[in-house]
């Protein structure tokens, strides 16, 4: 658990003042509120983690039309940029099993801390069960991130952060907490290189929807929503059972 981060912890940043820090509602990253908003944790229990598990439309959601949730098809899904992990939680609490694999250790410790208290809640255990964690770079080593887990990584999900400029209205205080912490991805075309070469049948990127794709392949199918899109990469179909066509 987070003990081992040897708490509290200064991060490195440009501008610096982030820590991470115990708090009364759990583990969470801070720094000076007029910059960084309140500060961030990871929440699969309360908030907004129930109020989109009660209400948030199931597996009419576009994440989940995406990662290909069908009749009969519940897909395993590695979650490869997982960030405060809200969707690999949905999908999750949709039946899907879920590996979520984070690069930046204080984000990852966020993870880790919200996964033990959701497995120690009566209401949500059960989904906490089919979620696991790895702290790795997706980008150089998503093959050995998957390695020991026992599934299969039918679809591989992406978020890559998208490079906005600094004054855009779109830099909400609580990305420029990651931006701080992980950069811009840079490395997105080799991310999405790592995550076409572990999928066994898609993958899936998610973009602001006027934003142009990855470099790299084009998508083959793209599914939009007023502020977003995925943009979909497919190997082969997922079918009832599991199986591929």
């Known amino acids: ?57 199931g597996r009419g959601q576009l994440v989940a039309r995406a990662c290909g949730f069908g009749t009969g098809v519940v897909p395993q ?4 940029t997982a960030g405060l992990g809200r969707d690999a939680f949905v999908l999750a609490s949709l039946g899907a099993e879920v590996l979520m694999v984070e690069r930046v250790a204080a984000i990852h410790a966020l993870l880790e801390a919200a996964l033990t208290s959701a497995l120690n809640d009566e209401e949500v255990a059960q989904i906490a069960r089919r979620i696991s964690l790895r702290h790795a770079d997706s980008a150089t080593a998503l093959e050995a991130a998957v390695s020991d887990w026992p599934h299969q990584p039918q679809v591989v999900h992406l978020d890559p952060m998208f490079p906005h400029r600094e004054k855009s209205a779109l830099v909400k205080k609580e990305m420029r907490v990651f931006r701080e912490l992980a950069g811009d991805d840079e490395d997105a075309s080799r991310l999405l290189e790592a995550a076409l ?6 993958v899936v990127v998610k973009r602001p929807r006027k934003a142009p794709p990855i ?14 899109r995925y943009d979909l990469y497919v190997h082969r179909s997922l079918k009832s059972g599991g199986g591929n066509e």
């Not at 720094?31 to 929440?43: E, N, Q, T, V």
């Not at 899904?77 to 490869?80: G, I, M, S």
């Not at 470099?215 to 977003?228: A, L, M, N």
């Open 215 to 228: 470099e790299g392949p084009p998508p083959q199918h793209v599914i939009e929503s007023k502020t977003s």
């Open 77 to 80: 899904v590695v979650d490869a």
């Open 197 to 202: 070469e572990v999928a066994t049948h898609r």
């Open 1 to 57: 658990m987070a003990e081992r981060y040897g708490l509290p912890w200064s991060l490195t940043a440009p501008g610096g003042g982030l820590v991470l820090q115990r708090a009364e509602r759990g583990l969470e990253i801070a720094g000076d509120i007029k910059r960084y908003g309140l500060p961030i944790s990871a929440d699969f229990v309360s908030g907004a983690a129930a109020h989109r598990r009660r209400y948030g439309g």
